[in-house]
């Protein structure tokens, strides 16, 4: 009897013993679980934080297209981002533009800086910008290309490099409809020309 008194102590003290052990792991997991969540929800936030502030930020991007007198194009870019406010505005860095005209003549321009508008497709470009048509090359800082008024407005500190000399002036205006360029000089007034690309290079 007394025997059987003492098993029977040991099995309860040991069923004691292995609910204190089960209560203590329960409550140990879930303090562990509750920061392992936490912790996770933070880094998941901070990840969307992170992608909030670069979801405007696109790299290697190419905008294609057709302009109003049937010309193709193509706009590429190293790194874009696109405007907060008005998202049809996508300000670019390291932008080349190609022109396919029609009469079969390409026009290339390079630039460190570039404004694309994606709704009637108007570009800007900005900081040493470069051009090559035709054989000639032609240097600048700005230059405005409307798809709306079709011409490309070329600006300030204008050089042109061709086989059949060089040419500094203050603007270009290059009409795409009627392959008519016009240069102008309003510093001095010497150059005032207007020139017909299918005849003559610029």
């Known amino acids: 009897m007394i025997e059987r008194k003492k098993k029977l102590r040991i099995i309860q ?8 052990i089960i209560i203590y792991l329960t409550y140990y997991n879930k303090e562990t679980s ?12 901070t990840v969307k934080d992170d992608e909030k502030d670069d979801e405007n930020l696109f790299f290697n991007i190419e905008y294609s297209g057709v302009d109003l007198r049937g010309n193709r194009y193509l706009l590429k870019s190293k790194k874009a981002r696109l405007d907060e406010l008005k998202p ?5 860095d390291d932008v080349q533009a190609i022109f396919y005209f029609k009469d079969n003549t390409i026009l290339y321009i390079w630039s460190d800086k570039g404004i694309y508008n994606n709704k009637n497709f108007d570009m800007k470009f ?17 230059a405005n290309y409307s798809n709306t008024e079709n011409y490309l407005s070329i600006y300030e500190n204008v050089r042109i490099d061709d086989i059949r000399g060089n040419l500094i002036a203050d603007k270009l205006l290059f009409d795409i409809k009627k392959q008519n360029l016009a240069i102008t000089s309003f510093n ?14 610029f």
Request: hydrophobic fraction near 40%.
């Open 88 to 92: 049809e505005i996508v300000y670019m």
């Open 13 to 20: 003290f040991s069923l004691l013993i292995f609910a204190l």
């Open 126 to 142: 900005s900081n040493n910008v470069k051009a090559e048509y035709m054989g000639s090359k032609l240097f600048a800082e700005k």
């Open 188 to 201: 001095d007034g010497k150059i005032n020309a207007n020139v017909k690309l299918n005849e003559k290079r």
């Open 34 to 45: 509750d920061i392992d969540l936490t912790t996770s929800n933070q880094v998941k936030k």
